[in-house]
């Protein structure tokens, strides 16, 4: 009897290990082969992502939130001073940047690259700045690799445009149809004939009854 129960403690016990070892093994096998995003890539549904990337600026400035901005600009704060008659340090002082011309705020030693870049920060410059220095300016002294994100981006332009005496204006929400517009690229011009045809035969009744002039703003 005594026997028999270490020989099925010892067979209990060997079971153990060996799911043990299992789990071990299969855990490390699929930890290594955890992609880098996850699920699987669906054509189409890609595609999607790239219109997302193509949505205004002013789809983003139209959530954005400056105390979230505010929490954002910490990466900055390295290199960057954007309260009142803050110093530059690495890089500019940016209190004041919004509206302001590019490379222009005194006593910085600014890059050529920017400084050959001319005009000054609106949203749409401030956004492609941030999601990559290096594109918009190639040569930039700024090295900082940029935020991917386009609504970290627009939370932290609405905080910049706080920290100066003469905030630029939000562009309004981009209308309903801005929104949609990215997602029916593919049916956009199917909807143009049609609103084609349709014309034609408001047209043709319009042709149809004695003169139609004063249809004509209705139809529109
Ligand atoms: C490693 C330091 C560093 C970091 C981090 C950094 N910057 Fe800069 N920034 C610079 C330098 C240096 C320049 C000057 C670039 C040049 O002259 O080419 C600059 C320039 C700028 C300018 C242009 C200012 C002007 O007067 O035209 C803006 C705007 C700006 N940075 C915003 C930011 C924001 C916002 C962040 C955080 C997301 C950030 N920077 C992160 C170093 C940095």
Same mark, same amino acid.
């Given at each position: 009897m005594q026997d028999r129960n270490n020989t099925i403690a010892g067979w209990v016990l060997f079971a153990g290990i060996v799911a043990l070892g299992a789990t071990l093994v299969t855990g490390e096998a699929f930890h290594g082969e955890r992609?880098?995003?996850m699920g699987y890539p669906i054509e189409g549904v890609e595609a999607e992502g790239g219109a997302e990337a193509a949505k205004p600026v002013a789809f983003y400035l139209a959530s954005a939130d400056a105390a979230r901005g505010e929490n954002v600009f910490k990466k900055c704060a390295a290199c960057h001073n954007a309260a009142p008659g803050g110093a530059n340090a690495?890089?500019? *002082?940016?209190?004041?940047? &919004?509206?302001?011309?590019?490379?222009?705020?005194?006593g910085f030693a600014y890059s050529d690259a920017l400084k050959g870049v001319g005009g000054s920060w609106d949203w749409e410059k401030m956004d492609a700045w941030l999601a990559s220095p290096r594109n918009f *300016?190639?040569?930039?002294? &700024?090295?900082f690799a940029g935020l991917g994100n386009p609504q970290d981006r627009a939370d932290l332009m609405m905080y910049l445009n706080q920290q100066t005496a003469s905030p630029i204006a939000v562009p309004p929400p981009p209308a309903e149809e801005a929104n949609a517009d990215a997602e029916a690229t593919v049916g956009e011009d199917a909807e143009k004939a049609d609103d084609v045809e349709v014309l034609t035969e408001a047209e043709s009744e319009t042709g149809a009854g004695s003169s139609g002039g004063p249809e004509v703003p209705e139809a529109e």
């Amino acid at each position: 009897m005594q026997d028999r129960n270490n020989t099925i403690a010892g067979w209990v016990l060997f079971a153990g290990i060996v799911a043990l070892g299992a789990t071990l093994v299969t855990g490390e096998a699929f930890h290594g082969e955890r992609p880098e995003e996850m699920g699987y890539p669906i054509e189409g549904v890609e595609a999607e992502g790239g219109a997302e990337a193509a949505k205004p600026v002013a789809f983003y400035l139209a959530s954005a939130d400056a105390a979230r901005g505010e929490n954002v600009f910490k990466k900055c704060a390295a290199c960057h001073n954007a309260a009142p008659g803050g110093a530059n340090a690495l890089g500019p *002082a940016l209190y004041g940047t &919004m509206g302001n011309a590019i490379a222009g705020h005194p006593g910085f030693a600014y890059s050529d690259a920017l400084k050959g870049v001319g005009g000054s920060w609106d949203w749409e410059k401030m956004d492609a700045w941030l999601a990559s220095p290096r594109n918009f *300016a190639p040569g930039t002294k &700024m090295t900082f690799a940029g935020l991917g994100n386009p609504q970290d981006r627009a939370d932290l332009m609405m905080y910049l445009n706080q920290q100066t005496a003469s905030p630029i204006a939000v562009p309004p929400p981009p209308a309903e149809e801005a929104n949609a517009d990215a997602e029916a690229t593919v049916g956009e011009d199917a909807e143009k004939a049609d609103d084609v045809e349709v014309l034609t035969e408001a047209e043709s009744e319009t042709g149809a009854g004695s003169s139609g002039g004063p249809e004509v703003p209705e139809a529109e």
